[in-house]
């Protein structure tokens, strides 16, 4: 699924690779996870780490400030990995990283938070990576 491009792309990060610790599986879909609650919540706090460290690093790599975001904001968040998953599965497997995102960035990931969230795939080694920018009218 291609998101729609009505935003002017800023800053972006990207973390590949399998020397990374927390990125060594990829982002798996926790959607449909099965096993031990306490396994899927270790995993979804490694995810929402991931997601404070990328935008902490697209921000400082753009030079911009969370006091300074472009308004109204648009992010996109790109699962890397195999294999393809479905767009609801895709989405399933970035949301514990939006919400470090948006932690971390101090705005909501509803609906109503005035941000335009995005997410998409692309086959690779397993990674993510993060895109902030403006929407467009």
């Given at each position: ?11 972006q990060i990207e ?108 086959l690779g080694d ?12």
């Amino acid at each position: 699924m291609n998101p729609l491009r009505i935003y002017s792309p800023g800053p972006q990060i990207e973390i590949v690779g399998s020397g990374w610790r927390k990125l060594r599986e990829g982002l798996p879909s926790l959607t449909n996870m099965r096993g031990h609650w306490g396994k899927k919540d270790k995993l979804a706090g490694s995810h929402r780490q991931i997601g404070a460290l990328l935008a902490l690093l697209a921000l400082r790599d753009g030079g911009i400030t969370k006091a300074k975001l472009p308004s109204p904001l648009g992010i996109v968040i790109w699962r890397i990995g195999r294999p393809r998953l479905d767009s609801n599965n895709v989405h399933g497997s970035v949301k514990s990283v939006q919400d470090g995102v948006a932690e971390y960035l101090g705005v909501g990931d509803g609906i109503r938070s005035g941000v335009v969230w995005y997410a998409d795939q692309e086959l690779g080694d397993p990674g993510v990576r993060l895109e902030i920018g403006r929407c467009l009218p």
